[in-house]
């Protein structure tokens, strides 16, 4: 009998201790009929920028869901039954779901930057009303991500309104928008750390932002902008100033080659600038519709006139021999009426969209060594984006993979909140697409890897 007695108490004891150890208030957390919390991911270990959709239900989230709070390493940053969290830098978080009394913790590591590798499209927006600024979409085709708006989610800030190119350099990324601080904007001229897209600083300048600069290059300290009278010299501190003989500088976006830059002009030239001074000078047969480096260490260009007399030139960026190397007249339109390089080269082939303004567009290839152009893709295929009918600055080639970027809009009005974001590998088959992702782009960037 005493035996039995034991046994039963043993086993009371033990169900006890088990009792206690499921009971979620032994350790802080909460009973599930009072306060649950699902996440999108069970992952702690997540990317730079992921969103984490969280969303709380029990008990109280019923009762009382405007006493429902979420806080991100100690601070209060949201209210209600959903948060969706997106870490914006490397580092370690902690978020908090409380429900009056009752809590409950996941804790989110962000172990390394995301931007070492992929592309960016820069956006300038609607620039014809007040609504939007400029906006940064990322893209890693290896990951399968299309994301757009990461600077906003990085600094919670907006970048300048009408944003028009962004050059690498210094380990940072430069970002020049037409209109400043316009519609909320932060700036003239933005500067993050090029892998984590952290803010380091902001430029205004209210008389340079008058002369509307649209094009950047960097080289060591010396920031080049292309504005409406000229190309101007400065630092990240100021002090531009215009340099002589630039004054009919072309709004097209420039080339960086070693010490030097390279500018077309609206009347038929191309500048060598180096320095604080232009030190070559090369006619061409018509104005220039695109600037493009070659792996040699070259420079492709690519000429028009309004669509005839299209011919793609081999130049070279030798400071004591700056001539022609090898010109070839071709067919189809290089008529370019945005202000990115209508050429796209991947070795010796050199993509470009033919698209009259907003008629349906091709992507067409140009094999420089064959002498040959050939169809790569007819966009109206509805594999691709047969929805999108208007070119804007639109296409990118990634020179050391050959994938083809684009980004599709539907048309100009409000027809631009209709767009498509996707790459092509080298057949033309579809890597990534996404829907909404772009906004009137500016031109593709491909990250600098070592």
């Known amino acids: 009998m005493t035996k039995k007695i034991l046994w039963a108490s043993l086993a009371l004891v033990v169900a006890f201790a088990s009792c206690k150890k499921d009971d979620p208030n032994n350790n802080g957390s909460t009973p599930t009929e009072e306060l649950k919390l699902t996440a999108s991911t069970d992952a702690e270990k997540?990317?730079?920028?992921?969103?984490?959709?969280?969303?709380?239900?029990?008990?109280?989230?019923?009762?009382?869901?405007?006493?429902?709070?979420?806080?991100?390493?100690?601070?209060?940053?949201?209210?209600?039954?959903?948060?969706?969290?997106?870490?914006?830098?490397?580092?370690?978080?902690?978020?908090?779901?409380?429900?009056?009394?009752?809590?409950?913790?996941?804790?989110?590591?962000?172990?390394?930057?995301?931007?070492?590798?992929?592309?960016?499209?820069?956006?300038?927006?609607?620039?014809?009303?007040?609504?939007?600024?400029?906006?940064?979409?990322?893209?890693?085709?290896?990951?399968?991500?299309?994301l757009d708006s990461a600077y906003i989610h990085v600094n919670g800030t907006k970048l300048g309104h009408v944003c028009q190119d962004l050059a690498f350099a210094n380990e940072k990324i430069y970002i020049i928008s037409q209109n400043g601080k316009r519609n909320g904007g932060e700036g003239l001229l933005t500067i993050a750390k090029a892998n984590t897209l952290e803010k380091i600083k902001v430029f205004n300048d209210?008389?340079?932002?008058?002369?509307?600069?649209?094009?950047?290059?960097?080289?060591?300290?010396?920031?080049?902008?292309?504005?409406?009278?000229?190309?101007?010299?400065?630092?990240?501190?100021?002090?531009?100033?215009?340099?002589?003989?630039?004054?009919?500088?072309?709004?097209?976006?420039?080339?960086?080659?070693?010490?030097?830059?390279?500018?077309?002009?609206?009347?038929?030239?191309?500048?060598?600038?180096?320095?604080?001074?232009v030190v070559q000078t090369l006619a061409l047969d018509e104005k220039a519709t695109g600037l493009a480096l070659a792996d040699d260490g070259n420079l492709w260009v690519s000429i028009s006139k309004d669509g005839n007399n299209n011919q793609i030139l081999k130049v070279s960026a030798d400071p004591a021999d700056f001539k022609i190397l090898d010109k070839q007249t071709i067919t189809p339109s290089l008529h370019n009426y945005t202000t990115a390089s209508v050429i796209q080269p991947y070795g010796n082939s050199l993509y470009f969209g033919v698209a009259a303004w907003g008629k349906p567009v091709s992507i067409q290839k140009y094999d420089f060594t064959?002498?040959?152009?050939?169809?790569?893709?007819?966009?109206?295929?509805?594999?691709?984006?047969?929805?999108?009918?208007?070119?804007?600055?639109?296409?990118?080639?990634?020179?050391?993979?050959?994938?083809?970027?684009?980004?599709?809009?539907?048309?100009?009005?409000?027809?631009?909140?209709?767009?498509?974001?996707?790459?092509?590998?080298?057949?033309?088959?579809?890597?990534?697409?996404?829907d909404n992702t772009n906004s009137f782009p500016a031109g593709w960037y491909f990250i600098p890897t070592k």
């Open 46 to 146: 997540v990317q730079q920028i992921d969103k984490i959709e969280l969303t709380a239900s029990g008990s109280r989230v019923t009762a009382a869901p405007n006493q429902v709070a979420w806080l991100v390493n100690g601070k209060q940053v949201a209210k209600g039954a959903k948060y969706t969290f997106i870490p914006p830098l490397p580092g370690n978080y902690t978020v908090i779901l409380r429900a009056g009394n009752r809590e409950i913790t996941r804790k989110y590591t962000v172990a390394e930057p995301r931007f070492t590798k992929g592309a960016f499209l820069l956006n300038e927006g609607r620039g014809t009303d007040d609504v939007e600024t400029g906006t940064l979409t990322y893209v890693d085709v290896k990951g399968k991500v299309i």
């Open 206 to 277: 209210a008389v340079l932002e008058a002369k509307d600069p649209t094009h950047i290059a960097v080289i060591d300290s010396r920031i080049y902008l292309r504005a409406g009278d000229g190309v101007y010299l400065g630092t990240e501190d100021g002090g531009f100033k215009v340099i002589a003989g630039t004054e009919k500088a072309q709004k097209l976006r420039m080339a960086t080659i070693g010490q030097r830059v390279f500018v077309s002009t609206s009347d038929k030239k191309l500048l060598m600038i180096q320095g604080d001074r």
């Open 370 to 434: 064959a002498k040959t152009n050939t169809l790569f893709v007819n966009l109206q295929e509805s594999s691709y984006a047969s929805e999108m009918k208007t070119y804007y600055n639109s296409l990118g080639v990634d020179p050391k993979t050959g994938y083809i970027y684009y980004a599709g809009i539907k048309g100009f009005g409000m027809d631009y909140k209709t767009n498509m974001t996707f790459v092509l590998d080298p057949q033309g088959n579809v890597l990534v697409k996404k």
